[in-house]
């Protein structure tokens, strides 16, 4: 019986702890600490160099996430200069952070693809870009955990230039109370079978 009114005890004051405030995210823009970097492989291009090319979709939005939410935005802008030919290319990427305080997301990736057109614009342009590790976990300094998700992408259109899309989400954490409700739980644990090893004592020494 004690042990349910302590764990009792413990969920009541767990439910009605208020709610974890919104966390804030600001992408950090200082090309040191963000950027995308595009490594050319030779091509079998004619009547150009189908280069791929890549700069930052600036200005990153600022935004604030509940546990469990999520946030996608373009990170990057993809363009492939003219030519018709088969090509493809490493990449590196990092996303930095001012908010909330934490580590980078960084990762490697490769692309390939195929551009139509010539000298003519749009041309069409085929292919996929896939990153090394494209989903990570990062902790901040405040605890919070959240994840970044660099998106991969494969099809073809008309136009050579292509978004990179990144998601952000709020991951949950134990609450400090979600955190009171296990260590009583434990303690009411150990406190009840040291009860009944000391009452199964008792009868057999009674016997």
């Given at each position: 019986?004690?042990?349910?009114?302590?764990?009792?005890?413990?969920?009541?004051?767990?439910?009605?702890?208020?709610?974890?405030?919104?966390?804030?995210?600001?992408?950090?823009?200082?090309?040191?600490?963000?950027?995308?970097?595009?490594?050319?492989?030779p091509a079998s291009c004619i009547f150009g160099s189908c280069?791929?090319?890549?700069?930052?979709?600036?200005?990153?939005?600022?935004?604030?996430?509940?546990?469990?939410?999520?946030?996608?935005?373009?990170?990057?802008?993809?363009?492939?200069?003219?030519?018709?030919?088969?090509?493809?290319?490493?990449?590196?990427?990092?996303?930095?952070?001012?908010?909330?305080?934490?580590?980078?997301?960084?990762?490697?990736g490769s692309a390939s693809y195929v551009r139509?057109?010539?000298?003519?614009?749009?041309?069409?342009?085929?292919?996929?870009?896939?990153?090394?590790?494209?989903?990570?976990?990062?902790?901040?300094?405040?605890?919070?955990?959240?994840?970044?998700?660099?998106?991969?992408?494969?099809?073809?259109?008309?136009?050579?230039?292509?978004?990179?899309?990144?998601?952000?989400?709020?991951?949950?954490?134990?609450?400090?109370?979600?955190?009171?409700?296990?260590?009583?739980?434990?303690?009411?644990?150990?406190?009840?079978?040291?009860?009944?090893?000391?009452?199964?004592?008792?009868?057999?020494?009674?016997?």
């Amino acid at each position: 019986m004690k042990f349910l009114a302590a764990v009792a005890t413990a969920a009541a004051v767990a439910v009605a702890a208020p709610a974890a405030a919104a966390t804030t995210f600001q992408l950090d823009t200082d090309p040191s600490n963000t950027f995308v970097i595009v490594t050319s492989n030779p091509a079998s291009c004619i009547f150009g160099s189908c280069a791929l090319g890549a700069t930052l979709a600036t200005p990153f939005p600022a935004f604030s996430l509940n546990v469990g939410e999520s946030r996608t935005f373009d990170f990057a802008r993809l363009t492939v200069s003219s030519g018709f030919g088969v090509a493809s290319a490493t990449l590196d990427a990092q996303i930095g952070f001012v908010l909330p305080a934490a580590g980078p997301a960084s990762t490697g990736g490769s692309a390939s693809y195929v551009r139509a057109g010539g000298l003519f614009t749009p041309g069409v342009l085929g292919g996929s870009l896939t990153w090394d590790t494209p989903t990570q976990q990062i902790t901040a300094a405040n605890g919070h955990r959240f994840t970044v998700s660099f998106g991969n992408l494969s099809g073809a259109q008309f136009g050579s230039n292509v978004a990179v899309p990144v998601t952000i989400t709020l991951d949950a954490v134990p609450e400090p109370a979600a955190w009171a409700l296990m260590i009583v739980g434990f303690g009411a644990i150990g406190g009840a079978a040291r009860a009944a090893r000391r009452s199964g004592d008792r009868a057999i020494a009674a016997a």
